[in-house]
């Protein structure tokens, strides 16, 4: 059974940083691509940055040069780096993988979901 699970969230100010972090069970992880979406309040889900088996990252123009997202295929952990935080990225952060390749991946395609984690941006 696939098991995602998010940590690293909080309360920061505005231009403040946050990192992130996803532990999978998933074997092997390395064959997955991963990404991170984010639920604003009383808004849709959106997709926030991707990454795939090899690398190749794919964000969402409103984070790009702000944050960054990799992965530890050893340690089956991807992450989120936040920096230069606004309130707008207020939301919750939910970690996602997909076995199915890229192709779905880098337009945020996914089927397996973590719990969140919840980030709060303050001005």
């Known amino acids: 059974q696939v098991q995602l699970v998010e940590s690293g969230g909080g309360s920061v100010q505005a231009g403040g940083s946050l990192r992130l972090s996803c532990v999978a069970t998933?074997?092997?992880?390395?064959?997955?691509?991963s990404g991170w979406f984010r639920r604003p309040p009383r808004k849709e889900p959106e997709g926030v940055a991707a990454i795939a088996s090899g690398g190749t990252t794919s964000y969402a123009d409103s984070v790009k040069g702000r944050f960054t997202i990799s992965r530890d295929n050893t340690n089956n952990t991807l992450y989120l780096q936040m920096n230069s935080l606004k309130a707008e990225d207020t939301a919750m952060y939910y970690c996602?993988?997909?076995?199915?390749?890229?192709?779905?991946?880098?337009?945020?395609?996914?089927?397996?979901w973590g719990q969140g984690t919840q980030v709060t941006v303050s001005s």
């Open positions: 996602a993988a997909d076995p199915r390749g890229w192709a779905r991946c880098q337009h945020f395609d996914f089927i397996h």
């Open positions: 998933i074997y092997p992880y390395s064959t997955y691509c």
